[in-house]
């Protein structure tokens, strides 16, 4: 009788578990939409502290939460090509330190980069729009609706809109993986050429710096909290190097 290896075999344990748990988030947040017609992003996504959506246990969860399989993929095939090198060099402990201080961090940036879209939008707003807002945007969010006039649909997508993903930990992976290991050559896609890491990790930080700046919001991607995620990678690891931990 043959056995084939398990596709998690040899993978370290914080890796293959946030693997795993990040799916099963997934396909709960299918399963509650479409069997119960429960948003669990409403719940577990991040919010602004002024919406009444928003709960502290969110700058945690909204890290397991994605948008769909592509978006899952993506951030976890990253971890998989880079926090696995990261696991074993760091150990599980740390890696898993690493990991969700950077994606709070990353939460906590992408919060105070929204207030600054929030406090904009709200001083076009009239009194009446902003009181229709408060009182039926978060409802609207939750039954995946929202206000057709543009500004009121801006505003109630800021304030009560969810964001998720574990995008802001993974940039922190990156960071540190072109820290750590500068001059391993990652082969890109587009274009398929050989680029040494720490080259890789600076050319997206300028993207997103770039990306987040030119407020590009159309395009629905967090991209301060990208760079927060780097950010606080990046102190993080100095600091240990400091502390020789």
């Known amino acids: 009788m043959n056995y084939r290896p398990s596709p998690f075999a ?3 344990p914080v890796t293959k578990n946030l693997l795993i748990i990040n799916a099963i988030f997934l396909l709960a947040t299918w399963v509650a939409e479409n069997t119960f017609g429960i948003n669990l992003n ?6 602004l502290p002024s919406s009444e959506l928003f709960n502290p246990a969110q700058l945690g969860t909204y890290m397991f ?5 592509m978006h899952l993929f993506f951030n976890m095939f990253a971890v998989f090509m880079f ?4 696991e074993v060099y760091w150990g599980p402990k740390k890696f898993f330190t690493f990991y969700i201080i950077t994606g709070i961090g990353a939460a906590a940036i992408n919060i105070g980069a929204n207030y600054i879209d929030y406090f904009s939008t709200l001083s076009q707003l009239s009194d009446q729009q902003y ?5 039926k945007g978060a409802e609207a969010m939750r039954n995946y609706q929202n206000f057709t006039d543009p500004l009121m649909g801006k ?3 800021i304030l009560n ?3 998720v993903g574990a995008s802001g930990a993974v940039f922190g992976i990156l960071l540190a993986f072109g820290m750590l290991f500068p001059n391993t050559e990652l082969m890109l896609l587009f274009p398929p050429i050989p680029l040494k890491a720490k080259y890789f990790v600076i050319i997206y930080g300028v993207v997103e710096l770039f990306m987040g700046v030119a407020n590009f919001s159309f395009d629905n991607v967090a991209h301060f909290a990208h760079l927060g995620g780097m950010a606080f990678g990046f102190i993080l690891i100095k600091y240990w190097q400091k502390k020789g931990v």
């Open 155 to 157: 505003f109630n997508k």
């Open 42 to 47: 409403t719940y577990l996504g991040l919010h």
């Open 131 to 135: 009181q229709i807002v408060m009182e």
């Open 161 to 163: 809109g969810p964001t």
């Open 83 to 86: 926090g696995r090198v990261l």
């Open 65 to 69: 939460m994605h948008g769909g399989f």
């Open 10 to 12: 040899g993978l370290p």
